[in-house]
Structure formats: structure tokens, C-alpha cells
């Protein structure tokens, strides 16, 4: 069973589900007609479970020249205070300092976009002035923002350098939503909504990219609502948390089955997930729960009880709109961004082109501190998006107690045919980087 961020994994599920699983009994809900109809085919999730605690400090500094200063919500980041590798604590590399700033979420003709505006409009019909939405929050936060006041133990995996990017010791690019939860608490909203980029060091495949994009919805009751319907605080606040997700659920995908799975957040308690039965699977959609006392307690709202969801936006955006590979959202082929328009959920993806992928494979003698995730930076700081996949093929240990990995990497643009040159070029350039940066002996 692999280790997920937030505990232990269902073995059937993706590796990147999120959260550990006790299903006890899902409940299911019957579909019922809605109006707006979508058909999505894909099973995708994106999140990462790596477990090991090791990281490489600086995997690879891009050869390109990117942009040293750019404006992300109305502060300027320079790029020198992001990536340094002065700091031991530092393991941001070029490759993801160019993407602080790009806001796919903000962008009304892009997929991600129009997700994000569907929910709301969800959101705006059904809690007419209620929630405040938040889509310009900075990416960059403290390690108690994005862990401690969302009470993730000390020793939790999603804290290592290993899983996450940090700035320096005390601070990190976000691994998800959650982290505002407790700042926008203390500063009074009790209805609200954030969507924003998201950061994990992972492994590379069609549905994993080392920034996502998430929305956290969070709601606070007061006494007299709980009270005036006969039941506790608790159930009250499941009870509303479930209709309100459900009715989300079927705004998106239209009539569809559902079932609710019990699991396990640092946050929350009860803690559910939802899933949605699609193309003859069962998707998990997101993962809520009625918030854990002590964030309420500690943020000024002792008396309350409140809701949490956090839901994955490239995710449901591959099925709505059939989108086959998690790099084609980074796209500015035309080809890809002409495809989508303003308020048009759940339009089909017409793929563009089938370049064939190539395959390149590296053998080599590992160290105990290797792990993918470091593997699969430096293989995305020398092919960037090129690198679609970097699979473990072979393994084995010697008498000697020498352990021995084969990947497979494949290589393809979704843009265009690469020659053998130049993709030679690369998995000389991946050998070379591999064995300078990571302690390996190439075999
Ligand atoms: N933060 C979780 C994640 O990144 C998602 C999540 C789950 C958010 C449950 C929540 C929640 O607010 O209640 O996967």
C-alpha cells in the first residue's frame, strides 16, 4: 500500500489520492437529470505520495534564460530570492520559478479558467452573496501557513524536501489551498473560496506536473443554524457540507452516481471523499470534511463549527474536457488554446497530433539517498515538457547489497516530431546531469 501525503493509500486508486482510506460503507446517491451536460472519460488524479525524506538541493538550473523578476499578485518576485542556491534549504529550481505567476486559473478562455468560473457560478446561483472568492493569493508561504495551522504533524511526509519546494527553511511554495484557510480565518471571512497554483515535487506521467491548481471552499456556521435544526454541531455541518458538494458534483457532470468515502485529513474530522462513477470507474472528485475544532479554536472562532473541501482543477478539467496529457494545459499552441472558450464547460478536446513518443533507457547503481522525485526534476530541467514519462522498468540488488534501477523515459512534444539528434542529445545531457547531481553510478 503506497504512502500518500496525508496517509495511506487505497491500493486500487491512483498512487496520488490523497488522503488515508477507511471506507466504511460509501453511500450512494442516485442520479438525478441536470441541465448541464458533460460526459468526461478519464479516471485522472494527480497527487503525489512520495515517502522518502532525501532531496537533491539543485537538480538542474535551466540552460534557458528565463525571466528574473515577475509580478504575481501584485508583488514583485525576483527570481534570486526564490531560487538560491547559496541556501541548503533551497530546492526550487528555474523550471518552476518561470511558472510563479502564469494564473492559469485566471484566464477566462482556458480550461482551468473556465472550471474554476463554473464552480462559482455554482456557488453564485445556489449562496447568492455568500462566498468570497480569493484567486490572487500569494503562491509563496510560511511553513506554518502551510502545514502547522492546518495541523500536518511534525513528522508528516509532505513536509520533506523530498515532497515539497522550499524557499528557505521557514518558508514554502504552497503544496495546496488549505494554506490560507487559518489567515483568512483570523482575518473574519467565514464564507470563501480560493483557487490558486499549487507546487509538488513528483513524478512525471500524463496526470502529475509539479504545479496544479486547486480550489478550497470553507464555510463557518454560528449556533442559532445548528441549533434551529435539532441536530449537533457535527452532523449539521456534514449534512450541509454533503448536499452542497453533491449539488456541486452533478452542476459539473451532470446526472451522475456518487458515493460518499469515509478517510482521513489532518484537518478535518469526519473527513469524506466524494467520488463520482464515470466511464465505468469510480473518480475521486475531492476531499472535505467538517473542520478540525483547534483551527476554529486558535482563529478566533470558538464557538463555531465550519466545512472544508479542496478539490484538484486539472484533474476534473482532463475529464471534462477529455484532456489527455496534464502538460497540454501549459500550452500556447494555438492549436490547444484556440480549442476553449469563455463559459464553455466540458467543450472535447480534438487532439492535434499523435507524435510518436521516444523511449530512452538509464541503468544505474543507486544511493540510499536516491529518489524518483529527484530523478524526475532533473530529467524536467533538461527536457522541460519534452519528458513525458520516467518509468522504473527494472530493479534488482546485488550480493554485494548494490541495488540497481533501469528507467524508461519517453520523450515527445505534443507540438512537434523531435529528431534522433536531438533527442540524443537530451538523454546525454539526463545521463550526464543524472550522475553529477544525484550520486548514481551510471551502468
Ligand atoms: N488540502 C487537501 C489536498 O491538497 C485537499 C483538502 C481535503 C482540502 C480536505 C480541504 C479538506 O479543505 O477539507 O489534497
Given at each position: 500500500?503506497?504512502?500518500?501525503?496525508?496517509?495511506?493509500?487505497?491500493?486500487?486508486?491512483?498512487?496520488?489520492?490523497?488522503?488515508?482510506?477507511?471506507?466504511?460503507?460509501?453511500?450512494?446517491?442516485?442520479?438525478?437529470?441536470?441541465?448541464?451536460?458533460?460526459?468526461?472519460?478519464?479516471?485522472?488524479?494527480?497527487?503525489?505520495?512520495?515517502?522518502?525524506?532525501?532531496?537533491?538541493?539543485?537538480?538542474?538550473?535551466?540552460?534557458?534564460?528565463?525571466?528574473?523578476?515577475?509580478?504575481?499578485?501584485?508583488?514583485?518576485?525576483?527570481?534570486?530570492?526564490?531560487?538560491?542556491?547559496?541556501?541548503?534549504?533551497?530546492?526550487?529550481?528555474?523550471?518552476?520559478?518561470?511558472?510563479?505567476?502564469?494564473?492559469?486559473?485566471?484566464?477566462?478562455?482556458?480550461?482551468?479558467?473556465?472550471?474554476?468560473?463554473?464552480?462559482?457560478?455554482?456557488?453564485?446561483?445556489?449562496?447568492?452573496?455568500?462566498?468570497?472568492?480569493?484567486?490572487d493569493l500569494c503562491p509563496i508561504v510560511s511553513v506554518k501557513a502551510n502545514f502547522d495551522d492546518v495541523l500536518v504533524p511534525a513528522d508528516h511526509v509532505s513536509r520533506s524536501y523530498n515532497d515539497t519546494?522550499?524557499?528557505?527553511?521557514?518558508?514554502?511554495?504552497?503544496?495546496?489551498?488549505?494554506?490560507?484557510?487559518?489567515?483568512?480565518?483570523?482575518?473574519?471571512?467565514?464564507?470563501?473560496?480560493?483557487?490558486?497554483?499549487?507546487?509538488?515535487?513528483?513524478?512525471?506521467?500524463?496526470?502529475?506536473?509539479?504545479?496544479?491548481?486547486?480550489?478550497?471552499?470553507?464555510?463557518?456556521?454560528?449556533?442559532?443554524?445548528?441549533?434551529?435544526?435539532?441536530?449537533?454541531?457535527?452532523?449539521?455541518?456534514?449534512?450541509?457540507?454533503?448536499?452542497?458538494?453533491?449539488?456541486?458534483?452533478?452542476?459539473?457532470?451532470?446526472?451522475?452516481?456518487?458515493?460518499?468515502?469515509?478517510?482521513?485529513?489532518?484537518?478535518?474530522?469526519?473527513?469524506?471523499?466524494?467520488?463520482?462513477?464515470?466511464?465505468?470507474?469510480?473518480?475521486?472528485?475531492?476531499?472535505?470534511?467538517?473542520?478540525?475544532?483547534?483551527?476554529?479554536?486558535?482563529?478566533?472562532k470558538m464557538d463555531n463549527v465550519a466545512w472544508a473541501f479542496g478539490l484538484g482543477l486539472e484533474r476534473l478539467a482532463m475529464v471534462l474536457f477529455e484532456i489527455p496529457d496534464i502538460r497540454l494545459f501549459?500550452?500556447?499552441?494555438?492549436?490547444?488554446?484556440?480549442?476553449?472558450?469563455?463559459?464553455?464547460?466540458?467543450?472535447?478536446?480534438?487532439?492535434?497530433?499523435?507524435?510518436?513518443?521516444?523511449?530512452?533507457?538509464?541503468?544505474?547503481?543507486?544511493?540510499?539517498?536516491?529518489?524518483?522525485n529527484n530523478l524526475c526534476e532533473v530529467v524536467r530541467g533538461i527536457a522541460g515538457d519534452l519528458a513525458e514519462e520516467v518509468r522504473l522498468i527494472d530493479s534488482f540488488t546485488n550480493k554485494k547489497g548494490?541495488?540497481?534501477?533501469?528507467?524508461?523515459?519517453?520523450?515527445?512534444?505534443?507540438?512537434?516530431?523531435?529528431?534522433?539528434?536531438?533527442?540524443?542529445?537530451?538523454?546525454?545531457?539526463?545521463?550526464?546531469?543524472?550522475?553529477?547531481?544525484?550520486?548514481?553510478?551510471?551502468?
Amino acid at each position: 500500500m503506497a504512502v500518500t501525503r496525508y496517509g495511506l493509500c487505497k491500493s486500487s486508486l491512483p498512487r496520488h489520492v490523497f488522503a488515508a482510506m477507511s471506507i466504511t460503507h460509501p453511500t450512494f446517491i442516485k442520479p438525478s437529470p441536470h441541465p448541464l451536460k458533460t460526459s468526461p472519460s478519464l479516471p485522472i488524479s494527480f497527487y503525489s505520495t512520495s515517502a522518502s525524506l532525501s532531496a537533491t538541493k539543485h537538480p538542474h538550473k535551466s540552460k534557458h534564460p528565463i525571466v528574473s523578476l515577475l509580478d504575481n499578485c501584485g508583488v514583485k518576485i525576483n527570481k534570486d530570492d526564490v531560487v538560491r542556491e547559496s541556501d541548503p534549504a533551497n530546492n526550487v529550481p528555474d523550471s518552476i520559478f518561470s511558472k510563479l505567476g502564469l494564473q492559469l486559473h485566471r484566464r477566462d478562455h482556458h480550461p482551468i479558467g473556465i472550471l474554476k468560473n463554473a464552480i462559482y457560478d455554482y456557488f453564485d446561483t445556489n449562496y447568492p452573496n455568500s462566498f468570497l472568492k480569493f484567486d490572487d493569493l500569494c503562491p509563496i508561504v510560511s511553513v506554518k501557513a502551510n502545514f502547522d495551522d492546518v495541523l500536518v504533524p511534525a513528522d508528516h511526509v509532505s513536509r520533506s524536501y523530498n515532497d515539497t519546494y522550499y524557499i528557505d527553511a521557514q518558508t514554502v511554495l504552497r503544496c495546496h489551498t488549505s494554506a490560507h484557510q487559518a489567515e483568512l480565518l483570523r482575518k473574519g471571512y467565514t464564507h470563501f473560496l480560493v483557487t490558486g497554483d499549487v507546487y509538488r515535487r513528483d513524478s512525471i506521467d500524463s496526470t502529475h506536473y509539479p504545479v496544479f491548481h486547486q480550489m478550497e471552499g470553507f464555510r463557518v456556521f454560528s449556533p442559532d443554524e445548528w441549533m434551529a435544526s435539532g441536530m449537533d454541531a457535527t452532523s449539521y455541518a456534514a449534512n450541509n457540507l454533503k448536499k452542497a458538494l453533491e449539488g456541486l458534483a452533478q452542476h459539473l457532470f451532470g446526472a451522475v452516481e456518487m458515493r460518499w468515502v469515509d478517510t482521513y485529513f489532518p484537518f478535518t474530522n469526519p473527513s469524506f471523499e466524494l467520488e463520482i462513477y464515470f466511464q465505468e470507474k469510480w473518480l475521486e472528485v475531492l476531499g472535505c470534511g467538517v473542520t478540525e475544532q483547534e483551527i476554529l479554536k486558535r482563529n478566533g472562532k470558538m464557538d463555531n463549527v465550519a466545512w472544508a473541501f479542496g478539490l484538484g482543477l486539472e484533474r476534473l478539467a482532463m475529464v471534462l474536457f477529455e484532456i489527455p496529457d496534464i502538460r497540454l494545459f501549459w500550452s500556447n499552441d494555438l492549436r490547444f488554446t484556440s480549442q476553449f472558450s469563455e463559459g464553455q464547460l466540458g467543450v472535447k478536446f480534438k487532439p492535434f497530433s499523435k507524435f510518436p513518443p521516444c523511449y530512452k533507457d538509464m541503468s544505474f547503481w543507486i544511493s540510499d539517498a536516491f529518489t524518483e522525485n529527484n530523478l524526475c526534476e532533473v530529467v524536467r530541467g533538461i527536457a522541460g515538457d519534452l519528458a513525458e514519462e520516467v518509468r522504473l522498468i527494472d530493479s534488482f540488488t546485488n550480493k554485494k547489497g548494490m541495488t540497481s534501477h533501469c528507467y524508461r523515459i519517453a520523450y515527445r512534444s505534443m507540438e512537434r516530431s523531435l529528431t534522433d539528434e536531438e533527442i540524443n542529445q537530451l538523454q546525454w545531457d539526463v545521463r550526464e546531469a543524472v550522475q553529477s547531481k544525484l550520486n548514481v553510478v551510471l551502468r
